[in-house]
């Protein structure tokens, strides 16, 4: 099936870009976000608004969700103007926001009972993946709604995986968050040990991005944070919301966090310095604060 009406909620830093991507797929998207001029873009080219979560629904056949926090995921699908109370029966929810594995069966479970399916499907790739299309998405879900969904899944990422069972989607997620926040520590040493060291950081840079010490994050961020360039392809606030996930699950499971704990410290500091709008990449800026006071 690869002409079902399309709904999109949420349009921030990913949901934008993975929307835009539907449409230029050719797929027809009914769209409603929070703050409604957010959504002025898309329809400007060609997408249709709906005043709540329910209307979306009411007009779809499977309704994407990219908003910020476990509250906003449940507000959206099952709260009073949710999704919930809008979708037909044999409808299909893909939420590919980052949430609580437990809340996500325990919405799931809710949209079930009204004859209602549901995918986890959470992405990484930063905002540039999300513009270009390249994103890679973790589903979690029964393979029949992977495979119904996956024509819109390629329109918006280039590695699709099927890990397993709701809310499985979001345990990988997880793991990968935990590689995410882990290279973006060792980034951010190694970076500030290179300065301090005098070397020309351009050249180190491209030294060791090609071989074993190369990452997704350093060739992406690395020259972000050369050029004081802190504008975010994920935020601080956004990434300190996941770390937290990360280590409520580890605490859970009894598994420890070390680098992990570390850096949603580091975090913390920036956030009271006013800086969790910036990009997640800014994590060496607490470096920075912690050696030469001067992040």
Not at 5 to 33: C, D, E, S, Y
Not at 97 to 111: D, E, F, H, M, N
Not at 148 to 160: D, L, N, S, V
Not at 213 to 233: E, F, T, V, Y
């Amino acid at each position: 099936m690869t002409n079902a009406a399309l709904g999109f909620i949420g349009l921030g830093i990913m949901g934008q870009g993975m929307a835009r991507n539907l449409l230029k797929h050719g797929h027809p998207i009914t769209v409603w976000n929070r703050t409604p001029a957010k959504a002025d873009a898309l329809v400007a080219e060609g997408a249709r608004w709906a005043e709540s979560p329910a209307a979306v629904a009411a007009g779809s056949d499977i309704i994407f969700t990219c908003v910020s926090d476990t509250p906003d995921v449940e507000a959206v699908l099952v709260g009073e103007h949710g999704v919930i109370h809008g979708a037909r029966p044999g409808s299909l929810v893909v939420d590919m926001s980052t949430i609580s594995p437990a809340a996500t069966r325990a919405i799931g479970a809710k949209l079930a009972e009204r004859g209602v399916a549901m995918l986890d499907a959470p992405v990484s790739g930063g905002s540039e993946g999300a513009a270009r299309g390249t994103l890679s998405i973790m589903v979690g879900g029964a393979a029949e709604h992977v495979e119904r969904a996956r024509p819109y899944f390629e329109a918006m990422g280039k590695t699709i995986t099927h890990v397993g069972s709701p809310g499985d989607g979001q345990m990988v997620k997880l793991v990968n968050q935990i590689l995410v926040v882990g290279n973006a520590l060792a980034m951010s040493e190694a970076l500030e040990f290179a300065r301090a060291g005098g070397l020309d950081l351009q050249k180190t840079l491209a030294a060791v991005s090609g071989g074993a010490a190369g990452s997704w994050m350093l060739s992406n961020r690395g020259p972000q944070i050369l050029a004081d360039d802190w504008r975010p392809g994920f935020t601080i606030d956004l990434q300190q919301k996941d770390v937290r996930l990360c280590l409520r699950e580890g605490d859970a499971l009894g598994v420890p966090l070390l680098a992990t704990s570390l850096v949603f410290n580091l975090y913390r500091v920036l956030q009271a310095d006013g800086l969790g709008h910036e990009g997640n990449h800014a994590l060496i800026k607490a470096l920075r604060k912690l050696g030469d006071g001067k992040g």
